[in-house]
């Protein structure tokens, strides 16, 4: 098994490519198998359960695919307060998680002294890990919640093309005391999470209009570069409403990088979605994988488990309160919407049961992060 990995693991771009074109059932079928024995290989039958809390859905950001961009007028923001987060903290610890995921839009209101006091209190008053995932922040803010005891921090390059990244990811326009741009480059960012000593994550958006097939090749082995602890990747999902939810005949006309060959489009598809969980898995076999619910969006049924099935050890229950989750609308028909973190917590529990895995016991550090670190 060993060797055939390391075989797997060090695949090139033209491998990545060819499976990503594969549709041939029986092929597939290998990869699925193959992924999923990585998986097995390294954690066991353990899926480990974050519980998700979208803290704010106000965003001084405006990209050109989401729901809660600064742009839209038409939507109730809101931020909860520090005692409902820890209500959710609370929450998850009578679920038996082992981490909770504070997630928020680009929200100047979550500043550096709000977040650290709130991270000292989750770490200090119970068991849970805590993953941060608020956008591009500064080195010195990143660096303060880490020393406040934050343990992860989750920021998606979203596409390792650095045009349809930029044609879709209108700058901030933040400024330094200077006058200079403030850094926005993600994957300097991702390296300042590191040296600050965080498990770092990453991923990105499957679909993407304009996106090729080279495009997320590359984008598979840049995982593999940056030695990621965890990989987030889901569908692309245009929110009704955004510049990105317009025709494709609409899109050609805003950016030159929306215009490709139709057979050169990548599909936002689940099982594009599940060949790049599969990949990112033999790639990098000892990261932390979720099956997310972009997923479980797009395969209301099947999705979540056939991630598991496919190299997937993650999953990330809502725990958001019921009044502010249907606020949150990154992407349309969000798996979940309505259901009470109790309801999410039962059916995701019994799913994970019925598919002969087990439920992790405490934090699910990264494999990865805990070799890097000699442990
Ligand atoms: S994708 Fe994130 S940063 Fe961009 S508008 Fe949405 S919440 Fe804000």
């Known amino acids: 098994m060993n060797s055939a990995r390391s075989e797997w693991e060090f695949m090139d771009h033209t491998a990545i490519v060819r499976w990503l074109l594969e549709s041939n059932p029986q092929r597939l079928e290998t990869l699925w198998n193959r992924a999923d024995a990585v998986r097995r290989e390294q954690f ?26 600064a742009a839209n007028r038409q939507i109730v923001r809101y931020r909860m307060t520090p005692d409902e987060v820890f209500a959710c903290a609370k929450k998850a610890v009578q679920f038996g998680y082992g981490t909770l995921v504070l997630q928020a839009g680009e929200d100047p209101q979550l500043d550096v002294e709000q977040m650290t006091t709130l991270i000292r209190r989750i770490r200090s008053e119970t068991p849970l890990a805590i993953t941060l995932s608020l956008g591009e922040r500064t080195a010195e803010e990143l660096a303060a919640w880490r020393a406040a005891g934050a343990n992860r921090y989750l920021l998606r390059f979203e596409t390792s093309n650095r045009d349809l990244y930029a044609a879709i990811h209108p700058q901030s326009g933040k400024k330094n005391p200077d006058g200079t741009p403030v850094e926005a480059d993600r994957l300097k ?21 304009g996106q090729r097939y080279d495009d997320l090749a590359n984008d598979i082995e840049l995982f593999r570069t940056l030695d990621l602890d965890m990989i987030g990747v889901g569908p692309f999902l245009a929110s ?60 209301t049924a099947e999705g979540r488990i056939l991630g598991l099935a496919r190299g997937a050890n993650i999953i990330m229950p809502n725990l958001t309160p019921l009044q502010y989750r249907e606020l949150y ?33 405490g934090a699910g550090t990264s494999h990865n992060f805990l070799k890097r670190n000699g442990s």
């Open 329 to 361: 609308t990154i992407y349309p028909g969000k798996a979940g919407l309505h259901e009470t973190a109790e309801a999410v917590n039962t059916v995701i529990q019994k799913q994970i049961v019925a598919s002969g895995r087990t439920i992790g016991i």
């Open 44 to 69: 066991g039958d353990a899926v480990f359960l974050r519980g998700l809390v979208e803290v704010s859905n106000t965003c001084s950001r405006n990209c050109l695919y989401c729901g809660v961009r």
């Open 189 to 209: 960012i991702l390296h300042t999470l590191r040296d600050v000593g965080f498990e770092v994550g990453s991923g990105v958006m499957i679909g993407i209009p």
């Open 240 to 299: 009704p409403d955004t510049p990105l939810a317009a025709p494709s005949a609409v899109l050609r006309n805003i950016s030159p990088c929306f215009n490709i060959p139709p057979d050169e489009q990548v599909p936002s598809s689940a099982e594009m979605t599940y060949k790049v969980v599969a990949l990112a898995r033999l790639l990098c076999p000892a990261s932390n994988i979720p099956a997310t619910t972009a997923l479980a969006t797009i395969n």
